[in-house]
């Protein structure tokens, strides 16, 4: 299993076991880095696949990774970073299709949004820029190599549930 897909798994886990409070990360670009990573596994960055099980009638092999396998853990994944809207969506993009439990995607050469990272982004940062009872903004400003001026990207936090989702989420990959 990659280790980077590991480590957010296992971030991810360990998170969500912390009171709210303790698990907003007092570094923004951190959590908004994270964030992009497990939005990025449905888009982007889809999680690896074991070509060599069998596939189903539309060409989706079962996901590789054990931890990440199962529908309920990926959404546990996203249930840290997410709403229940952008989560809905994120899964209303079909990269994944629950198999009898099991999450099942297509290899990356016949996934079209499959491409790397933004390789001209320079430097990331972040703060928070504003802050409520129930709502959390994040400004991110983000260089790249061949750009004069910085991008600059408004996250949305908002406490629902016992914890806080990112409601708004620009992905800036």
């Known amino acids: ?17 912390l009171p709210a409070s303790a698990a907003e990360a007092d570094d923004a670009r951190g959590l908004i880095l994270e964030a992009m990573e497990v939005y ?9 696949v074991n070509e060599e099980a069998p596939a189903t009638e539309d060409g989706r092999y079962p996901v590789f990774d054990e931890l990440l396998a199962r529908p309920e853990t990926l959404q546990a994944c996203l249930d840290r970073y ?6 809905c ?5 079909g990269t994944y299709e ?15 949004l499959v491409r790397p990272v933004d390789p001209d982004i320079s430097d990331v940062t972040a703060e928070l820029t504003e ?26 936090s908002e406490y629902q549930d016992g914890s806080w ?3 708004e989420f620009p992905f800036f990959w």
């Open 131 to 156: 802050e409520t009872d129930g709502r959390r903004v994040y400004t991110a400003t983000v260089c790249r190599l061949f750009t004069s001026e910085p991008e600059t990207y408004e996250f949305v």
């Open 98 to 112: 629950p198999v009898n439990g099991w999450l099942y995607a297509c290899p990356p050469e016949n996934n079209p």
């Open 89 to 93: 969506e994120l899964w209303s993009w």
């Open 1 to 17: 299993m990659p280790v980077k897909k590991a480590f957010v798994l296992f971030l991810c886990l360990v998170l969500a076991t």
């Open 82 to 87: 997410f709403s229940a809207e952008i989560s």
């Open 40 to 48: 990025a596994w449905f888009t982007i960055s889809p999680l690896d």
């Open 165 to 167: 989702v990112f409601t």
